[in-house]
């Protein structure tokens, strides 16, 4: 991206300007004179205030998916950088940092210099963590500034298509009369997925083992190959395979069905109740990064968000577009980190 800079402009200025031809050389002096002291005064200690902001971004954007590539992260992390760059002027790169509940990416991202260059694509997951892990390198809501909600992703209880179960209530009738055989993934440790698995077990009253994954990608490959029963995952990562026949959608975890699977029951529906979990998704920045970045990363942001090609691509993943302000997605960030702390609390969550 090409600059121009308004502080170095030089030229004479025509004689025709003034009346008089003995002052046109006075003045032409005069005032390159005063342009110099003028421009000197920006070098002058204690006058930094004068100077223009640099200009942003000077190199490529990096938007960190703290989980591995395949998953919904990972999607709208590439769907957004796609057509940020172009309005940014630099490229947009997805780096993938999966791990621990996607808190290794957080915190890589809470210690990246707060120049707007280090962007983290979070999740309703890490509203979670803060309460499931005891140590975590950052605080959630005071290390980072958020810049936009992106999208919410409905979760979905799925089975392989060979499970016999086609509801909830046959595939619990299964869980009891075989207790020691039915798992659940999950994208880690403190995830949706994590809480919503242990919500489940505790109305049922069955134990269910936990299998963590770094992502959807792995999770999804095992799922269809038998070596988990069932998970929670967010729709995107499943819905292909669900309309490919072969994995099975049994209920929704929201309170609403949702429209990229309108058959499919909520768990209130099949008998369940106290369920009510989806997942979004928000891009945020180191905290200190400067407000005017944070203002132009959310207009570009939302500016995408809203165009009917994001929309699109949103409908064909099962994602429903936010794009919100900073302030209404730091409110949002507060809201579920004080439920998902009760949640976690009464069902006993930690890290295994």
Not at 99 to 126: E, Q, R
């Amino acid at each position: 991206m090409k600059h121009r800079d308004t502080h170095r402009r030089t030229g004479s200025v025509p004689a025709a300007l003034y009346p008089g031809h003995l002052f046109a050389q006075p003045l032409r002096r005069g005032l390159l004179c005063a342009a110099a002291i003028a421009a000197g005064a920006f070098l002058l200690p204690g006058t930094q205030a004068l100077a223009q902001p640099q200009a942003w971004p000077t190199k490529p954007v990096t938007i960190v998916v703290p989980f591995a590539a395949g998953g919904t992260t990972d999607v709208l992390a590439r769907a957004l950088g796609e057509k940020l760059g172009a309005a940014l002027g630099q490229p947009v790169i997805v780096e993938n940092r999966g791990g621990a509940g996607a808190t290794i990416g957080a915190d890589y991202v809470a210690k990246a210099a707060p120049d707007g260059h280090t962007l983290l694509m979070g999740a309703v997951h890490h509203t979670i963590a803060t309460s499931v892990y005891k140590k975590l390198g950052y605080d959630f809501q005071k290390s980072f500034a958020p810049i936009t909600s992106v999208a919410l992703v409905p979760n979905v209880l799925a089975v392989a298509a060979t499970t016999p179960a086609r509801d909830v209530k046959e595939l619990v009738a299964l869980m009891k009369a075989a207790p020691d055989k039915f798992s659940y993934g999950s994208n880690g440790a403190g995830t949706a997925q994590h809480l919503i698995g242990t919500q489940f077990a505790a109305a049922i009253g069955q134990p269910l083992l936990h299998v963590p994954y770094k992502g959807s990608g792995p999770l999804t490959t095992d799922l269809l190959g038998g070596q988990v029963s069932m998970s929670f995952d967010t729709v995107t990562p499943v819905l292909p395979h669900i309309k490919a026949g072969k994995l099975r959608a049994l209920a929704v975890t929201t309170a609403r069905r949702s429209s990229s699977l309108p058959d499919v029951p909520t768990l209130a529906e099949s008998g369940f109740l106290g369920f009510d979990i989806g997942t979004w998704f928000g891009v945020l920045a180191p905290a200190r990064t400067p407000p005017e970045v944070v203002e132009r990363l959310n207009a570009e942001m939302v500016k995408v968000i809203q165009s009917p090609d994001f929309r699109k691509r949103m409908q064909e993943i099962g994602a429903e577009p936010i794009g919100n302000t900073p302030a209404q997605m730091g409110q949002q960030i507060a809201a579920d980190t004080a439920r998902f702390g009760k949640l976690v609390a009464d069902n006993k969550i930690t890290t295994d």
